[in-house]
């Protein structure tokens, strides 16, 4: 049985919880996601899409999605902690939403048209390409 059938069961309303024996992955994959975002700013798509199709059996597409999802409360709670320190550059935040808003949308249109093995090939290329840059800048 494949990965997208090993941990989830599915729920009254086509929801999706992890049985049992899957919460204590589910929260430590939180926690890695969230360490990850409050201290590196990544941690949504880096950890929780591999960890979401990998640890908790998530097809490709509903990883991105729940990612996604989780990314907005994770930013959320960083963003007290970094704008009350006086680090946010609130100057380029509404330029730099209203493109990453455009961008997500046409991103997510393109998404759930992608076969779920290109999608992973495109997220790992994007995440090497990521890494190459931060190392070399």
């Known amino acids: 049985m494949g990965p997208a059938h090993r941990t989830i069961r599915p729920v009254e309303g086509g929801a999706h919880h992890p049985p049992a024996k899957a919460r204590l992955r589910t929260i430590l994959s939180g926690l890695a996601a969230g360490l990850f975002s409050g201290l590196a700013g990544v941690g949504g798509g880096v950890v929780l899409v591999p960890a979401l199709v990998r640890l908790l059996g998530l097809g490709q597409h509903r990883a991105h999605a729940t990612s996604l999802a989780i990314i907005a409360l994770i930013a959320s709670a960083a963003l007290i902690r970094y704008g009350s320190a006086s680090q946010v550059a609130w100057a380029m935040v509404p330029p730099l939403a209203l493109g ?14 992608l076969p779920a093995r290109l999608l992973r090939l495109l997220f790992g290329l994007a995440m090497l390409s990521l890494a190459t840059l931060m190392l070399t800048v």
């Open 100 to 113: 990453g808003v455009v961008g997500s949308y046409i991103g997510s249109r393109l998404m759930v048209k």
